[in-house]
Nanobody
Framework: QVQLVESGGGLVQPGESLTLSCAAS??????MAWYRQAPNAKREWVAL???????SYPESVQARFTISRDNVGGVVYLRMDNLKPEDTATYYC???????????????????WGQGTQVIVSS
């Protein structure tokens, strides 16, 4: 069974940066995405990376978030710059079932959700 372990979250002030890490045991998918879920909100995707390194982001985080992958260790990262209070959420990684022609993850993921890592942006 694949286990996803997210780390790197914490408490930061608006405008600061943070980098999250996602380690997967048992399987390394070439299609990976980061998701987040704020309290009382639906889980939403915030970054996608496909084979070859092509990435995509929703407008809410575009130009501020950067997803990357360590092809040696299989770790997926999410660099978050210029963080805003609305970025406060628990962040998760997973492997989407696929993606659209617009590079948007389709519904559904391949693995059980991990514990996530909390990001709190507050002054």
């Amino acid at each position: 069974q694949v286990q996803l372990v997210e780390s790197g979250g914490g408490l930061v002030q608006p405008g600061e940066s943070l980098t999250l890490s996602c380690a997967a045991s048992g399987f390394n998918s070439y299609i990976m995405a980061w998701y987040r879920q704020a309290p009382n909100a639906k889980r939403e995707w915030v970054a996608l990376i496909v084979l070859g390194g092509t990435t995509s982001y929703p407008e809410s985080v575009q130009a501020r978030f950067t997803i990357s992958r360590d092809n040696v260790g299989g770790v997926v990262y999410l660099r978050m710059d210029n963080l805003k209070p609305e970025d406060t959420a628990t962040y998760y990684c997973n492997a989407p079932r696929g993606y659209t022609t617009d590079f948007v993850p389709v519904a559904g993921v391949a693995f059980d959700w991990g514990q996530g890592t909390q990001v709190i942006v507050s002054s």
